[in-house]
């Protein structure tokens, strides 16, 4: 019944008119979205709709929330789920938006928590994704992740853990349908992530940045940011990594021009 009323609801949002000015901000603030073709891009206008919609957002820190920022921060997390669906962001129920970097306080680790990051002392963010709990962002960041030479993106890094999250736990595996695919997902994983360690500690470049060598929850967050900012690189330098994230994502990353 849910499921049902769920669907009607989001197709009903979907048949209304995509509001004017919200492609605009997708072709200035959401830059791999010019890959799309135009179905492709069609397909981004409807789930942004929905997920604006259905997620809790908050603008904190003195920071006014915008369409822009809304839109802008949905498109980049749908690009994820493009070829999927917007239940894998079941984790995410509500983004809070700063101004600029966050100074958050120092804590302890929860019973049971899986501990990505030093806690024991404040810390500075650009972004956060908590296990069911929000997902923090500074604006200033997500604007950077615009930029051309823009090195990651803070909205997709953050979303890829969600997605990391949504069967709950956070190990750098996602929703994997079978036995079979979760296997060849931690013989692949596990094999490019022991190749970064090592590039890392050895001081060899590498395309999927040195961030992605903390744990496997970090790595697949940066592999998904190396995956959909520079694809090319990625399947040369990590074919088989490349191939993988293709096919969970369902969506090979090419250059088209959607967001004219």
Known sequence: MFAWLTERRRKRLQAQPFPAGW???????????????MRQAQRLRDLVQVFIAEKSWEGCGGLELTEEMQVTVAAHACLLVLERDLDLYKDVDSI???PTTIVAEPRKPYLFETVRTPVGHAR?????AMLHG???????????SAEPDAAGNVVIHEL????????GSVDGTPPLPSRRELDEWARVCSAAYRE???????GIPTVIDAYGA???AEFFAVATETFFLRPRELRLDQPALYHLLARFYRYAPEPFAGFN
Not at 124 to 128: F, K, N, P, R, V
Not at 134 to 144: E, F, I
Not at 160 to 167: E, G, P, Q, S, Y
């Open 124 to 128: 500075a963010l650009l972004g956060e």
């Open 23 to 37: 492609d605009a901000i997708i072709g200035r603030n959401v830059p791999v979205a010019h890959r799309l073709d």
């Open 134 to 144: 929000p997902v923090v962002l500074a604006w200033d960041a997500v604007l950077a």
């Open 160 to 167: 890829a853990h969600k997605l990391d999250m949504a069967d």
């Open 196 to 202: 970064l360690c090592t590039r890392v500690e050895l």
């Open 214 to 216: 903390t744990n496997e």
């Open 96 to 98: 809070l938006l700063y």
